[in-house]
């Protein structure tokens, strides 16, 4: 017995892999947080270059006419909104998250007295729901936008962002205000990152010389992507 104990004292062939076991949990739980916290600067950037991206479609797309104005029309937002799905289809941007398209304006319609700064339409995707996923600047009613009337219009506003940081557009014509709410689900569960709510904004002012009065939807007819809806 006493040689066999002095030989498992002195034995260092498999020192290595007890060093191996004894090391492993420590860099198993090191490993999963860069991991963890590697993927969620991914969703941080992926999310505002959705919102960029959606800003800057919608600001170029529509219709020309023949009196030489671009007319938006209900399809020309579905592909946009259709472009962020696939985009974000990675991370589930429209089941995780709520993605909201606004027209801020600065035009004076017809039944304006003097141009007036004001939300006109709101157009959304995504599942999510809640005040914390709903705009953060200001709503506008589901109608808004299906005809150039005033009962289908929006409020007048300041402008649109953060105190300090408001977005505003320039006198007759308009800007795409676009609004990214995500509830990033960790992959890990919460041991590194708990389940928290990612938000960006982007604007781009409007590209072309747009006909302002309404979103146009023309036969065959488009669905209307309101923000009364929630879809995927």
Same mark, same amino acid.
């Given at each position: ?15 290595? &892999?007890? =060093?191996f ?8 739980? &090191? ?7 590697? %993927?969620?600067? +991914? ?5 505002s ?12 797309? $529509? ?9 938006? +029309? =209900?399809?020309d937002? %579905?592909?946009?909104?259709? @472009? ?9 941007? /429209? ?5 909201? &398209?606004?027209?801020? =304006?600065?035009?004076?319609?017809s039944? !304006? ?11 959304c ?22 005809? @150039?009337?005033? $009962?289908? /219009? ?9 105190t ?39 604007s ?23 923000? !009364?809806?929630?879809?995927?």
């Amino acid at each position: 017995m006493i040689p066999l104990m002095h030989r498992l004292r002195t034995e260092i062939g498999a020192a290595s &892999l007890v =060093e191996f076991g004894l090391a492993l949990p420590i860099v198993f739980f &090191l490993g999963a947080g860069g991991i963890e916290y590697a %993927n969620l600067g +991914r969703s941080q950037l992926l999310v505002s270059q959705i919102a960029l991206n959606l800003a800057d479609n919608a600001s170029r797309v $529509g219709l020309t006419s023949n009196l030489a104005t671009t007319q938006l +029309r =209900e399809a020309d937002i %579905n592909d946009v909104l259709q @472009a962020v799905r696939l985009q974000g289809n990675g991370i589930g941007i /429209a089941t995780n998250g709520r993605v909201t &398209l606004s027209s801020l =304006e600065n035009i004076q319609q017809s039944y !304006d007295k003097a141009p007036v700064q004001r939300i006109h339409w709101q157009r959304c995707i995504g599942l999510q729901s809640g005040a914390s996923y709903t705009s953060s600047y200001g709503s506008a009613p589901a109608t808004a936008g299906i005809d @150039a009337t005033l $009962g289908n /219009a929006g409020t007048p506003t300041t402008g649109m962002g953060d105190t300090g940081y408001q977005v505003t557009a320039p006198s007759g014509a308009g800007v795409m205000f676009v609004e990214v709410n995500f509830n990033y689900q960790p992959m890990f569960s919460a041991m590194f990152i708990k389940n928290r709510q990612i938000h960006y904004t982007a604007s781009f002012i409007v590209r072309d010389k747009r006909d302002f009065s309404q979103i146009f939807n023309p036969s065959p007819t488009a669905p209307r992507a309101t923000c !009364d809806l929630y879809t995927a």
